[in-house]
């Protein structure tokens, strides 16, 4: 049912005979709300064995809600590009595995009652407008991925902690706030994507990289720009992530000198200054570079 040009409220009547209904695809389309012709919307609760939901791409506000919370069984939930605004009500949502909310206008501090969605593995809630801290997620210790880019938290490096499975993590304009931990820490997790840009906004010389980069080994993204970090060139960023493919560092401080051999599909130095020489970065129109670059194009 996906991209049918479906109007208005979803009269789902005709569905609550598909007792065993698993996947329900509505992405793309302009539903606004939806309901059953007979009791306005509480039909909705015999698909008992609905799984997956995907509304993504509609005009879904806040009263739909009280629908998907009567989804028990529900372990997948899309609901990116809707009319969302307000608080975050899908609490009652326990089996949830993954939800996506990006793109919407959800504000305010996060449900203290998420963190009784232990279950969740992916969380995507970027593009949104939420503020404060984070403290509602410390108990989601099973979440792999996570997506919290371009909203007003808040987020203290002491947060990753809690979290030994994550391999995605995304927090991209944000502020993140510098502590002791933010150099010291150990994690017990190991990253394929991070992209952390735009979290310092402070246009004093910024500090050096977190301790944790030095112990993730299987990163293939990492984007690190617009925080202007200081210390030497992360070149063991590519020394101990051998499939790295992506390294985006464009709007930092760096310093140093490194003769690593690294295959990289992107260099990204744009708008970065850098003291000293690198040597050896194949894969990109960089071959060797002395003393101080301003570079203001994409390598």
Known sequence: MASNDLQGSLDVKELINLA??????????????????????????????????????????????????????????HISGNQLKGSLGLCGLKNLEVLDVSLNAIEGIFPHCF????????????????????????????????????????????????FPNFQFLLIDENRMLMEPSFYTSVPKFQLKVISLSKCITSQELGPKLPTFLYYQYYLRYVDLSENNFSGTVPMW???????????????????????????????????????????????????????????????
Request: aromatic share 8%; no cysteine.
């Open 115 to 162: 963190g009784n969605l232990t279950s969740l593995r992916k969380l995507d809630i970027s593009y949104n407008q939420f503020s404060g801290n984070l403290t509602p997620l410390a108990n989601l210790t099973s979440l792999e991925y996570i997506s919290l880019s371009r909203n007003h938290f808040q987020i203290p490096m002491s947060f990753l902690a809690h």
């Open 237 to 299: 960023l590519l020394e101990n992530n051998t499939n790295l493919e992506y390294l985006i560092l464009r709007g930092n401080a760096f310093s140093g000198h490194s003769n690593a051999e690294i295959v990289l599909k992107t260099l990204d130095l744009s708008r970065f200054e850098i003291s000293g020489f690198v040597t050896g970065v194949m894969g990109t129109t960089l071959a060797t570079t002395m003393l101080t670059w301003h570079l203001d194009s994409r390598i």
């Open 20 to 77: 065993n209904l698993k996947k329900l695809d509505l992405n793309n389309n302009h539903i606004e709300s939806l309901q059953s012709s007979k009791d306005d919307g509480k039909n909705l609760q015999h698909l008992s064995r609905l799984e997956e939901l995907n509304l993504d791409g509609n005009l879904l506000n806040n009263s739909v809600f009280a629908s998907l919370n009567g989804f028990s069984n529900l372990k997948s939930l």
